[in-house]
């Protein structure tokens, strides 16, 4: 699975001529192709002038002038290539809410799932991606469309994955239906159909005002998942 070795990182990081360019793209393609099963993806080079890189289904880009270590590179190709993988489109769109902002969380949970269940599957990718999290996490398109995105993924992911995957603590306040969904969420992480019913139901009620506005610090699900830890 290590397809791209960290003796190429000299190489990546001051190469000139186009083969080298080539060389390297293909590589890294054949690793997103095989880590997100989508044989058409590719993964596309660009230098620092390209100030907007758009990643969609068939492309991930990364800016080398952006470039600092083999792992992140790599961590940025696991993100995504994590989220084909572990999403089935069928049950993803059965589910999917019909506010742009309530889609915009439902990702966000489905992104979390996909990373957690990747991680465990392939150990090794989980140095890159939290690599990768820590250096641009406020660069991650659809957490940037959220309203305190960054907090709300941070503090799932931590809960979901029962370790602090991003190491800066963002606060993040849930209201005890939501703090229910996720404890739900959590426990149907193997489970797309499930997943994606309560994705919806949590999604669909994120940005509702409610009566009850007694809100659950961050912290209750943090000791919820200390106390996991320490049961085991």
């Known amino acids: ?37 989508n044989n058409n993806i590719i993964v596309e080079f660009y230098d620092t002038e390209v100030i907007d890189i758009k990643n969609s289904y068939n492309k991930i880009g990364i800016n080398l002038g952006e470039v600092k270590t083999i792992s992140s590179i790599r961590g940025k190709i696991d993100f995504y290539s994590y989220h084909q993988r572990y999403t089935d489109k069928s049950i993803y769109n059965k589910f999917k809410p019909k506010v742009n902002s309530n889609i915009e969380i439902y990702k966000l949970l489905h992104c979390i799932r996909s990373l957690v269940l990747g991680i465990n599957f392939f150990p090794g990718s989980e140095k890159n991606i ?52 996720l404890n739900e969420l959590k426990k149907s992480l193997a489970s797309h159909l499930e997943f994606s019913s309560l994705a919806q139901n949590f ?19 943090d ?3 200390d106390k996991e830890n320490n049961d085991d």
């Open 223 to 225: 000791n919820q998942a």
């Open 1 to 37: 699975m290590n397809i791209i070795k960290g003796v190429l990182v000299e190489k990546l990081l001051t190469m000139k001529s186009s083969n080298n360019f080539e060389y390297i793209k293909n590589i890294s393609s054949a690793t997103a192709r095989t880590l997100s099963i």
């Open 203 to 221: 999604s669909n009620s994120f940005y509702e005002k409610v009566e009850d506005t007694e809100y659950n610090d961050a912290s209750n699900t």
């Open 130 to 181: 939290v690599e990768f999290i820590n250096i641009k996490k406020n660069d991650i398109e659809f957490l940037k469309r959220i309203d305190k995105g960054i907090n709300i993924f941070s503090h799932i992911l931590n809960y979901f994955f029962n370790k602090k995957l991003i190491l800066k603590k963002y606060d993040c306040f849930f209201n005890r239906k939501e703090t229910v969904l």
